[in-house]
């Protein structure tokens, strides 16, 4: 079979160039740890001819799809309470100080123990 059109130069290139492109996002989302090694990619290039009424002349829309696999989705934890004056606040749980089960806090927002301060370590609390 004879070979009727070039692809590289196909619509002045642009079928070459769109492909590409497509090809070069899949690239880019198989390669982003973000992303599920295991989920299939899928690169499509679709050619749509309108042909005219004496069939001697057809307009080519050129389509290129991808279907990337979606970033893996991150989840973390918060604890939720209320402060002194009734507020709802929201703190996200990291880890926290060993053994600790719970403690004070006052009207404004302040960490004690026993009336006195201690060292927070870090956490703060979020209004």
């Known amino acids: 079979m004879s070979k009727m059109i070039n692809l590289e130069n196909f619509a002045g290139g642009a079928l070459a ?12 989302n198989i390669s982003d740890l973000n992303t599920d ?3 299939k990619r899928k690169l499509t290039v679709e050619l ?8 001697e002349l ?6 290129v799809k991808t279907k990337l696999a979606p970033p893996i989705p991150v989840a973390t ?4 309470d209320k402060d002194g ?8 749980y990291n880890k926290q100080i060993k053994g600790q089960q719970h403690m004070k806090v006052d009207d404004t927002g302040e960490i004690k123990t026993k009336d006195e301060e ?3 370590g870090g956490i703060k609390l979020l209004k």
């Not at 160039?17 to 880019?28: A, D, I, P, R, T």
């Not at 057809?58 to 389509?63: G, R």
């Not at 934890?77 to 939720?80: P, T």
């Open 85 to 92: 004056k009734g507020n709802v606040v929201a703190s996200e």
């Open 17 to 28: 160039e769109k492909f590409n492109n497509g090809f070069q996002e899949v690239l880019n």
């Open 37 to 39: 090694h295991k989920k």
């Open 58 to 63: 057809s307009l080519v829309d050129i389509k």
């Open 77 to 80: 934890k918060l604890l939720i």
């Open 48 to 55: 749509e001819f309108k042909p005219d009424e004496e069939r």
């Open 118 to 120: 201690v060292d927070t």
